[in-house]
């Protein structure tokens, strides 16, 4: 079976989570799904090729290796909406994002239960012990949690998501310096963006973020269509595309390093 999670170490302050470019079903998952939900569509495409520049960083990484129909691992584990009123998806998604059911068997109540201990704990073990080992490394982490989407699902949002949303939990996961820096560094980049727009930081934002405990987060949200050939299968990388956004990314993760790095400092 596909790894649940892959831990890639790193010697930075940087973690990158990288909860959704997974594709594995185990057999039992796979069997429940329809044709639909096979073919995994709403997966984050190409995350370690587009963050292949942050070698430069020296990241860890923490990758899931199932896909997010088996379990959201960027999801509240109680089940409780991360943003009540709105439409979105569940710990264990009903349907597709835009509205098209995934199931021939839909899971029970039980069957998330097993999932939840058997498919999303050991993602967040290993994250939890990422952060644990970096802080005891530097005393303090930036926690960079990566994820892609279509630019156009009307059951999610209205219009088209701008390319670029970066999200603080409305600057509750990270200290004010490095939100700020983060920020001014987007600004200045050739792409649509916002910050704590519709997308401020799933589960994994809003429980690892805790700039009292010096673990500083942020939710990049970025429109497949910056680095993909077509919003559709077979999901091709566009490297010519690619490029522009990594740079865009390149100098944003830089600027909120630094500035985590001072704030720091400024700390101890």
Avoid at 37 to 50: F, I, Y
Avoid at 155 to 162: A, E, H, S
Avoid at 164 to 185: D, F, K, Q, R
Wanted: charged letters at 20%; hydrophobic letters at 40%.
């Amino acid at each position: 079976m596909t790894d649940i999670v892959t831990v890639t170490p790193g010697p930075s302050p940087f973690i990158l989570s990288m909860p959704h470019p997974g594709t594995g079903l185990p057999d039992e998952v796979r069997a429940a799904l329809n044709e639909t939900g096979r073919s995994v569509p709403d997966t984050d495409w190409h995350m370690r090729q587009l963050y292949g520049f942050t070698e430069r960083f020296q990241p860890t990484i923490v990758e899931a290796g199932l896909s997010r129909y088996v379990i959201d691992v960027n999801r509240d584990p109680s089940g409780v909406s991360l943003y009540p009123g709105q439409a979105t998806t569940e710990l264990v998604p009903s349907t597709r994002f835009d509205g098209e059911p995934i199931w021939a068997a839909p899971p029970d109540a039980a069957e998330i239960a097993r999932r939840r201990q058997t498919y999303f704990q050991p993602y967040h073990d290993a994250l939890a012990a990422e952060i644990a080992r970096v802080k005891a490394l530097h005393g303090w982490c930036l926690l960079w949690d990566c994820h892609s989407i279509k630019s156009v699902i009307p059951r999610l949002f209205p219009g088209t998501l701008p390319t670029l949303n970066l999200g603080t939990n409305s600057g509750a996961s990270c200290a004010a310096p490095i939100e700020a820096a983060a920020v001014a560094a987007m600004a200045g980049q050739p792409f649509t963006q916002i910050v704590n727009g519709r997308f401020k930081g799933g589960w994994i934002t809003r429980h690892y973020g805790e700039p009292a405990e010096h673990v500083h987060a942020i939710q990049m949200e970025i429109a497949l269509s910056a680095y993909l050939t077509d919003e559709a299968p077979p999901w091709t990388f566009d490297e010519a595309k690619a490029a522009k956004l990594q740079a865009a990314l390149s100098s944003i993760i830089a600027a909120a390093l630094d500035a985590a790095a001072s704030f720091e400092k400024a700390q101890a």
